[in-house]
């Protein structure tokens, strides 16, 4: 059996949401446009399904729109907000630890004249709330924060930054990506005040290419995708009737149990944690004060990342070097931490999910033990 320790990069599907996306495909294959019966049928799931995410989310289900995953979500948002009430006011402010898929919009916004502000993380991986807030002002438009860092697993201040942000400038509109949050971390949107939420289906035991946005009511955003209209407009093109059902049942599975999950998480991370700080060639990367449990990164001090990655493979244990999408480059998360150019190329992220277990937790320390005497050698 695999330790599959990547659950940041993707989770592997549940049965049920396995069971429901075959059911789509084999018995619920319409068009949720159609007229008629078998088309009503798709349509009744996509609405089954987007009642599941608002329930994870304590918001109503006209506030979710299906997308093609947390990317697009993103992408959507953020030009959507720019677009809409961006343009007297030209000022965002974001973390400076943002995913690519928010950050390269930034890039993007920047280049057709908005001025982005970007708030560098502690040393500890999280941002200070105090400073974000004063970096707002009357002319921005738009603040945007993750809700947990998808590299450190470093908690955000969000619910406190997003709160003052909306008691000083009321019209100043606020977005969270909350994808590796969302169903470990209990998220209600109205507590939150955030407008704008971005979720993804593959990080919670759904298949890949099913993510969905939270648009707050009263809240305008323009479309990216224009076409036939479905999703009220806000994303046109076919539902993909297979995933979006995957994605509702595999949170509808969960969503009674998330505490019991969180605890297992707590429990994993704790034991690898306290059994990583005792080996003196390891340095701990994740050390916010507050830290969700299913993300922990490390340095295996003087080894590279990628050499470990691979020693691990060979024992049938799969984590990931910094972030996934960073593909083996260099993580500019944990630069921006200050974290010194030698410690960021041996850091290697551990994450777990539901499924992990304390068996896998043993079977890394070991292999990381047995691989440091073998490597450090050469
Ligand atoms: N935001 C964060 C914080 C993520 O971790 C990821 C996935 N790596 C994304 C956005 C993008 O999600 P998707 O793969 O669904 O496009």
Redesign the pocket.
């Known amino acids: 059996m695999p330790a599959y320790l990547d659950n940041?990069?993707?989770t592997k599907p549940c049965e049920d949401a396995v069971n429901a996306c075959v059911a789509a495909m084999t018995e619920n294959y319409g068009n949720p446009s159609s007229l008629h019966k078998i088309g009503l049928n798709a349509e009744l799931a996509v609405t089954d399904a987007r009642k599941a995410i608002a329930a994870a989310l304590v918001c109503q289900p006209e506030c979710i729109t299906f997308t093609?995953?947390?990317?697009?979500?993103?992408n959507t948002l953020i030009l959507g907000a720019a677009e809409n009430y961006g343009k007297r006011r030209k000022k965002i402010v974001v973390s400076a630890v943002?995913?690519p898929?928010?950050e390269e919009t930034m890039k993007l916004l920047e280049k057709n004249g908005f001025e982005v502000v970007r708030i560098r993380p502690q040393r500890d991986g999280s941002v200070d709330a105090e400073e974000f807030i004063s970096a707002a002002d009357h002319n921005t438009c738009l603040v945007s924060c993750?809700y947990?860092?998808?590299e450190t697993g470093a908690i955000m201040p969000v619910r406190r930054i997003f709160t003052q942000i909306k008691r000083l400038y009321p019209e100043c509109i606020t977005h969270c990506?909350a994808?590796?949050a969302f169903m470990k971390i209990p998220i209600k949107t109205a507590d939150l005040n955030a407008d704008l939420i971005?979720v993804?289906?593959?990080?919670v035991h759904a298949p890949?290419g099913v993510?969905a946005m939270y648009i707050r009511k009263g809240i305008r955003i323009a479309p990216r995708m224009i076409g036939g209209g479905q999703e009220k407009g806000l994303r046109s093109g076919t539902e993909a009737v297979p995933l979006i059902s995957a994605f509702g049942a595999a949170v509808r599975t969960q969503l009674p149990t998330i505490a019991t999950a969180n605890a297992n998480a707590e429990e994993l991370c704790g034991r690898l944690r306290k059994k990583l700080s005792a080996l003196d060639y390891i340095t701990i990367n994740s050390n916010a004060e507050e830290q969700c449990p299913f993300i922990l990164n490390f340095s295996v001090n003087g080894i590279r990342s990628e050499i470990m990655l691979h020693f691990l493979e060979s024992k049938n244990i799969y984590v990931s070097s910094g972030?996934?999408?960073s593909k083996g480059g260099h993580s500019s998360v944990l630069t921006a931490m200050g974290i010194p150019d030698r410690t960021a190329d041996s850091a290697i992220r551990v994450s777990f999910s539901r499924m992990s277990s304390c068996g896998e937790v043993e079977a890394l320390v070991t292999a990381i033990q047995e691989g440091y005497l073998t490597l450090a050698k050469r």
Do not use: I, R
């Open positions: 940041a990069a993707t093609s995953g947390a990317t697009e979500a993103n943002e995913h898929s928010v993750m947990v860092n998808n990506d994808v590796q971005t993804s289906g593959h990080k890949k993510g972030s996934a999408c």
